[in-house]
């Protein structure tokens, strides 16, 4: 679980946005500095991006002038690999003097090595990308050893008293007992949470195989978390996690999650790219919101069950509904069923 000091933070600002009578307002900044990285992900296509594109990089202003643009209490810096961004620790230290709660997502490769450019804080967290077990994960990744590499930099993270959470995504094959067996092993490293996400068909990706589909990724996830051990921390909404179960309804929200890159603002989401724009307040009030989610008949939504879509609208429901915020508190002490 994240520190209360955030939980609070995101509540008095959905109360705001609630009392001014906006209806669309984004809750996390998806903030890519550069799409360069040290794996080849079957699952990911940022580095099929030609290489002029690769060398490219946001400044530290560039960044800080997005946070304060969108205006976010939690920025996620994905890429990429963020840690091969020259000035990351100055990026990051910009966010955190703007009291940003920073997620710094890493394959960990670089992480032991580059921890003594960070100190702790209750604002940043690293969070590992980790898929599965040590077979599974390092086949998704195409490299041997990266297992193994990550959970001696989360071991190291947390020795110095760093924040660290992980993020799992979640393929067609994937084996539920050997994930529940994987959660135990990520609450041993006294990792703080989890956050699990259906794979989502990127055009670029190598591997076109291996999505599921929203039925598969409903019987997945129902199968995974039966019964989850009360020891088990996510770090996400119980309200997301049954919704990828098939038993809460939810409609993506893709302003919850605005992406910025060097090419600017994402239309409409980090997962879609149907063009960029110059300013926040454009992508904003420019973009067709109508033509996106499941609601919208868009086959490109059609499977999306993604959490930077979805676990905004969660978010928004466990506060401003009284079903989610009882559905939340009920989870909370009796676990998910």
Not at 66 to 77: F, K, L, M, Q, T
Not at 316 to 328: I, K, P, V
Request: hydrophobic share 35%; with cysteine.
């Amino acid at each position: 679980m994240p520190p209360w000091s955030q939980t609070l933070t995101v509540l008095r600002y959905i109360l705001r946005q609630h009392l001014r009578g906006v209806q669309r307002y984004p809750l996390v900044l998806m903030l890519e500095p550069l799409f360069r990285c040290n794996l080849a992900c079957g699952g990911c296509g940022k580095i099929q991006f030609p290489a002029a594109v690769l060398r490219r990089q946001l400044t530290p202003q560039q960044c800080w002038q997005a946070a304060e643009e969108c205006g976010a209490p939690i920025v996620s810096i994905p890429g990429g690999e963020p840690l091969l961004h020259p000035q990351i620790d100055q990026i990051v230290a910009g966010l955190i003097a703007r009291k940003r709660y920073v997620y710094l997502c890493t394959n960990a490769l670089l992480l032991e090595a580059a921890l003594e450019h960070f100190t702790p804080s209750r604002y940043l967290a690293f969070s590992v990308h980790l898929d599965g077990p040590r077979d599974v994960h390092d086949r998704a990744v195409g490299r041997e050893g990266t297992y193994d590499t990550a959970v001696r930099a989360i071991r190291a993270a947390r020795q110095r008293g760093f924040r660290v959470t992980t993020n799992t995504t979640l393929f067609r094959g994937t084996d539920p007992q050997r994930m529940r067996a994987f959660f135990d092993e990520l609450m041993a490293l006294g990792v703080e949470g989890m956050t699990l996400s259906p794979g989502y068909s990127y055009a670029k990706a190598p591997d076109q195989e291996h999505f599921l589909s929203r039925e598969e990724t409903v019987r997945l996830f129902d199968a995974l978390l039966e019964g989850a051990r009360r020891t088990w921390r996510f770090n996400q909404t119980p309200l997301f996690l049954e919704f990828l179960r098939g038993r809460w309804d939810l409609e993506c929200t893709p302003w919850g999650s605005p992406s910025y890159s060097v090419f600017g603002w994402q239309r409409p989401c980090y997962l879609l790219a149907e063009g960029y724009c110059r300013t926040f307040r454009e992508l904003m009030e420019t973009t067709d919101w109508s033509a996106y989610g499941r609601k919208s008949d868009n086959p490109k939504c059609r499977d999306c069950m993604v959490h930077c879509g979805y676990e905004p609208t969660a978010v928004a429901q466990t506060f401003r509904s009284l079903r989610g915020l009882w559905t939340t508190v009920k989870t909370a002490v009796r676990g998910l069923a």
